[in-house]
C-alpha cells in the first residue's frame, strides 16, 4: 500500500475519558467539557488555550466544528469535525496526528464524543440521506450475525463449539470490564448467562452484542521530540492506517462472511509501517472492534493474531484473556463499554495509555511495548477499517 | 383465423388463509366455514396485481396498454396501474390507466383492454369488519388478462351483454373502511332477475343453449349463489369472495380446465349485470403447457390466526419494536431507480458479465465504467447463500428474515422473505422474487421486492 506512514513523528502528553453509560443527567456538551477538562487537568502545560487546533468526531451528536467550539468557548481555534462510521473517534485522532506531523500545528486535540441514549429507540440508528426505499434495512446485529454460520461452516467448527468460543469473547470482556471503573458494565456475567441470553438476530443473543452509551474521550498530540515537554511516558504513535473497502461484498457471489477484507489490508499497512513483522509476539496488547462477538472472533485473524480458521481454537484457549499470551479488549471492549461512536477509538488509545503508564490497576499487563487499536465501520463487506499502532518508546 | 381474444391470462391468490371457524372461536360467534385468502400485511391490491400480471405476462409481448381495475386502491388521485406497468418493466411508451372504486371495474377493464389489445389486471384486499359476513366471506386475489390476436389466442370472446341498475345494496364513502348493505333479501330480489335476463341475452347472441363453464360472481353472496344453482358446471375458487378479481380468478380456474373449443358464461352482478361468452380454442392446452397453474399456487397455503389477520389489516395495534419508524421514500431518487426498485433490474457488466444488484457505474469486478446493460432478475430464481431472523428490526410483522441470494446466472443481493415463518428458511433453499409493499410512511406506499419459497 502506499502509505509511508508518521512511525514515532508525533505522541500524546495527555488523555482524559468519562465514564461511559446510561447518562441521562449529561449531554453531549457535558461529556465534552467534561473528557477535556479531565485532559487538561492531568497535562501539566497545556491549557485549553494551548491547544492550536482540534478534531471532533461524532457520528450523530452535532454537526460542525461548532459541536465543540460552543460548550468549551473556544477562542476562536479551527476545529474539524469528522465522521467516519464506527471509525468516527478513531479518524478525529489520525486527521490530527497528520495535521501535527505536517508542521501545521504544535499541539492539537482529537476529541469524540456520542449522546446516544437520547434517541429512545433500541441499539443504533444511523441516519441516512432520501433514499428510494430499496436499501435492506438489517439492523447491525442482523448483519453481523451472518458470520458465525459462515465461520463455523467454512472451519468445521460445530453448532456448540462456535456457540461456545462467541460466550468465551463475551465472558472475556465483560470479565475485563468488571475492573474498570469507566465501564458501562461493570459486573462478571456467567458463561450460562451469556449462552442462553434471548437472541436478537440469527444465533447472537444479547450478550453477544455490544451496548449502546454515552461518553467522550480525547487526547493531546504533539510532535515527539516536544513530547518530554509534557510528560516523562508519552505514548508514541507508530502506525497509522484507514481503509474504506469497495463495499461490493454484500453484491458478490464470492464473498462468504468469514473475513473484512478491509481489515486485512488496513492490517498489513499499519504493521508495515511499524515494522511489525510477527504480530501475535510483538503486541502487547489490542482493543479491537468487539461490536459483536463474531466480531471480535475473526478480526483475531484478520489481524493476524491467529491462523485462518484457527482462532475458535485459541479464543477458547484463553490466547486472548487478560493474563493470556496476547490480551484483546484489556478495558473490556465494545462490551464492556458500550459504542458511542465517536469516543469509542479514542477510549482505545485511552487503555493504551493507561497500560503503558501502569496505571491500569487491576487489569494492569506486565511491561507492554506496543498497543493496537481497531475499529471497523459498516457491515460484513461493505466496511471501513481504522487502525492504529502505538508504543511506549520511540526507535 | 380466430378473431380477437384472450392470448393470456394470470391468477394470483396469496399463501395465507384464515380459516374462518378461528373468527367464530375468538368472537364468540357462529362464522362459518371455509378458510378465505388473505394477503400478507406487505401486499396490497396493486402488489397483488403485479403479480397477477406477471404470470399473464411470462412469455407474451409487452401489451400497449394496463387497465387496472380495483375495489381497493392504495392510491386516490395517483394512477395505481403506473406502479404496476413500471413492476412489469414495459417499455415507457403505453397507456396505464385505472378504474378503481367499484366491483364493476372488473368488466371495465375487460372491456376497455379487450378494445386495446391490452392486459386488463383486477385484484382488491377484502375485508369488512370483525365478525362480519364481509370479512368471513371475502378473500383478497388478482387476476390478468392480456388480449390480441392471432394463432396465439386461447379464448375468443362471442358475446357481451349488460344491464344497468341503480339501487342501494352495498355501499362505502371514500375514506371509509368497510361496507354497508341494505337488508338481504333487497338485494337478491333485484339481482336475480338481471342475472336471469343478461346472462339469457347473452347466450342467444352467441348462438348457445348450454355453456359448458359457469361464473357468476357478485358482491351479493346470496344473489351469486342461488343464481348459479340454475345452471350446472359452475366454476368457482373457494378462497372467499375476491371483489374485482372474483370473476377473473374463476375464469383463471375454468381456462385452466377447459378442453378446447368448449363455451364459458362469465357473469359479473354489480350495480346491473355483465355476461360474457367466451370459446376456448385449440390452442388453449398448448399455452397451458408447463405453465405454474393457479391449482399449484392454492396448494402452497398457510395457516395464519385471526390476531395475525387482525394485525395486518390494522384492525389491532401491537407494540412495535423500540426502533424508529423507517424514513419514507424520497420521489427523485424513487424515479432515478424506476428499472432497480419497480421492475428488480440490475446491471451486467458488458466486458466481464458482473451483475449488479443494484445497478452500478462502475464495475467492481473489472473497473469499466459506464459499460453497463439492463440485467432484469425479477423472474430468475436464487439460492440462500445464507439468512438470519433480525428480531430487532422495524416490521409490521416481526421477525424480519433476511436471506443472501445468489442468483441464477449471476448476481448477489440481500433482501427481505415474505410469506415464511423463521424455521421455513435454509441455506441452499430457492427463492423467487415477488413484488411488495415494504411499509407506508407518510401516506407514501414502499414497494419493493421480496424473496419468497419457490
Redesign the interface.
Known sequence: MASHGIRDRVAIVGMGCTQFGEHWDRSADDLLIDATEQCFASTPGVEKGDVDAYWLGTMGSGQSGLTLSRPLALDYKPVTRVENFCATGSEAFRNACYAVAAGAYDRVMAVGVEKLKD?????L?VG?P?????S????A???F??LA??YA?KYGVDDTTMKEAMTHIAYKNHANGAKNPRAQFRSEVPKEKIARSP????PLGIFDCSGVSDGSACAVIVRSEDAHRYTDRPMYVKALSFVAG?A?G????G?D?TTFNEVVRCAQDAYEQAGVSDPRSEISMAEVHDCFTPTELVLMEDMGFSPRGQAWRDVLDGVFDLDGELPVNPDGGLKSFGHPIGASGLRMLYECWLQFRGEADARQIDDPKLGVTHNLGGRPGACVSFMSIVGSEAN | MPSPGLLAYGGYVPRHRLPVALIGDALGISAGKGARAVAGYDEDSTSMGVEAARRALAGAPPPPSIHFATSSPAYADKTNAAAIHAALGLPPTGFAVDIAGSIRGATGAWRAAAAAAGLAVMADVRTGRPGSGDEAGGADAAAAFLFGDGEGVIAEVLAEESATAEFLDRWRTPGESFSRVWEERFGLEVYLPLIREVSARALAAAGIETPDHVIVSSPHARAARTAAAAFENVAAVSIGYAGTADAGLALVDALERAAPRQTILMVLAADGCDATVLRTTAALPGYRDGRPTLAQQLGQAREISYPTFLTWRGMLQREP????E?????A???A??EA??FAFTGSRCDACTRV???PQRVC?GCGSVDGMSPAPLSDVEATV??????????SPSPP?I?V?L?YDG???????VADADPDEVA?GDRMEMTFRR?YTVDGVH???WKARPV
Not at chain 2, 321 to 324: A, C, D, I, L
Request: with cysteine.
Open positions: 434517541s429512545g429507540v433500541s441499539g440508528v441516512a432520501p433514499g428510494d426505499g430499496t435492506p434495512d438489517l439492523t446485529p442482523a448483519v450475525s451472518f454460520p459462515a461452516k437472541l436478537v438476530a440469527g469497495p461490493d454484500p453484491a458478490d457471489p464473498y462472511y | 419494536p423500540r426502533r424508529p423507517p424514513d419514507r421514500p424520497a427523485p431518487p424513487s432515478r431507480a432497480w426498485k449488479h444488484l443494484p467492481a447463500a445464507t439468512y438470519t431472523i433480525d428480531r430487532l428490526a422495524y424480519v433476511d443472501v445468489d449471476g448476481g448477489r443481493f440481500c433482501c427481505q441455506i415494504f414502499n414497494y419493493f
